[in-house]
């Protein structure tokens, strides 16, 4: 591998492990144990998989990778607070599409060049990007990856 | 910049955007906003500020950038539990900890070449580093980066 093609993969390398510690907390989760609360009045841990699951959902455009698997997930899990409408989602297909969205998202990042990940994504304008070239693909995954592990410290309170 | 100098100056922002974000959440609390529990049973936000201070200066030696600024947070924020011991450091000295250690690995951080991000971190034998190469100082830099949304996810619960 050249230089800019080891520091993606280990950007990447980075992303597959939290998603991978997250499989295996979300796996054997009962839906009762998806019931739970992270802390007294917060979110459940039902919520937090379909939100994770959602926003992740939002790389694809975001990233142009792709059409999105669950946009029917951002109103209750993006738009909404928890319990503010009926569980529209059964756990097994909240835990389906979690996996399906990181595994289709994961395929297509393989894929990227280190040239591509410095490209702009479709949140930024070109005039912006052209002041701003550290607004690419790449800021994207690595933000995404915290703001699982953001949530991730939430639900390993749960013991 | 060169394709790999604008890759490792992203994962670089990506570390100053939560630490900047954490600044911003310890530096208004009190003496009494850190003593508070993220959860029922779980850590103070004052042992969580020790911690990812503590966790965060073990970055110096472990990629060879200086010598540690505060190896007296390891016992009581790192190889303890919460509430082993009695308070050892006022909230003042926590908090400057937090912020000169980070300032000191950022300042270290801006210094590195792009091949310097890709050389091996004393915590992994050069025999082991040979086989895998993305056992390199980014791959530690995210998962720091990561470390800290980790706990900030859950000093976020407290409001």
Chains 1, 2 share one sequence.
Do not use: C
Not at 23 to 50: C, T, W
Not at 125 to 149: I, M, Q
Request: aromatic share 6%; proline share 7%; glycine share 4%.
């Amino acid at each position: 591998m050249t230089p800019d093609q080891l520091l993606t993969a280990t950007a990447l390398g980075s992303w597959k492990q939290v998603t991978a510690r997250l499989d295996k907390v979300f796996e054997p989760m009962s839906a009762e144990d998806l019931q739970r609360q992270v802390a007294p009045e917060r979110n459940r841990i039902y919520y937090l998989l379909g939100h994770l699951t959602a926003a992740n959902d939002r790389m694809l455009p975001m990233l142009s990778l792709g059409d999105r698997l669950h946009p029917e997930l951002d109103e209750p899990f993006l738009l909404k607070p928890d319990k503010t409408l009926p569980d529209s989602a059964t756990p097994e297909e909240l835990k389906q599409a979690w996996l399906d969205v990181n595994a289709k998202l994961t395929a297509a990042f393989e894929k990227l060049s280190p040239g591509q990940w410095l490209e702009r994504h479709t949140a930024v304008s070109e005039e912006d990007f052209a002041k701003e070239p550290l607004r690419n693909r790449l800021a994207v995954l690595l933000s995404r990856t915290n703001h699982l592990s953001f949530h991730f410290g939430q639900i390993a309170l749960v013991k």
